[in-house]
């Protein structure tokens, strides 16, 4: 049988270990765009400035595991979620809608 997962966020550890793989992301681009650099035999700010370009586009452009407070339009109900999850269904009214 399948289990329908309304994508809610129920407890605060849960929101702190998204906002630590964020962070860890962060750092492995980091790490790669160094890399990089070393290897083509760049110098620093070049590097830098690739990791710092990748970094801003990853986090601006697609947000990653971010948590917002969304509303169901149907009751008003209030839960905190991933931003972009998919869809979502109403542990009280029961009505479906799509995060964004």
């Known amino acids: 049988m399948y289990h329908y997962h309304s994508g809610e966020i129920k407890n605060p550890g849960f929101e702190l270990m998204l906002l630590v793989l964020r962070?860890?992301?962060?750092v492995f681009i980091v790490v790669v765009?160094?890399?990089i650099t070393i290897a083509a035999g760049l110098p620093a700010f070049v590097g830098g400035s690739l990791a710092g370009v990748f970094v801003f586009a990853f986090f601006i452009f697609r947000p990653f595991f971010e948590v917002i407070n969304y509303s169901?339009?149907?009751?008003g109900n209030k839960i905190r979620t991933?931003?972009?999850?998919?869809?979502?269904r109403c542990s009280d009214c029961g009505g479906e809608s799509r995060i964004d």
Request: net charge positive.
């Open 33 to 35: 765009a160094a890399g």
């Open 23 to 26: 962070a860890l992301i962060f």
């Open 72 to 75: 169901c339009p149907h009751c």
């Open 82 to 88: 991933i931003k972009n999850y998919g869809s979502y």
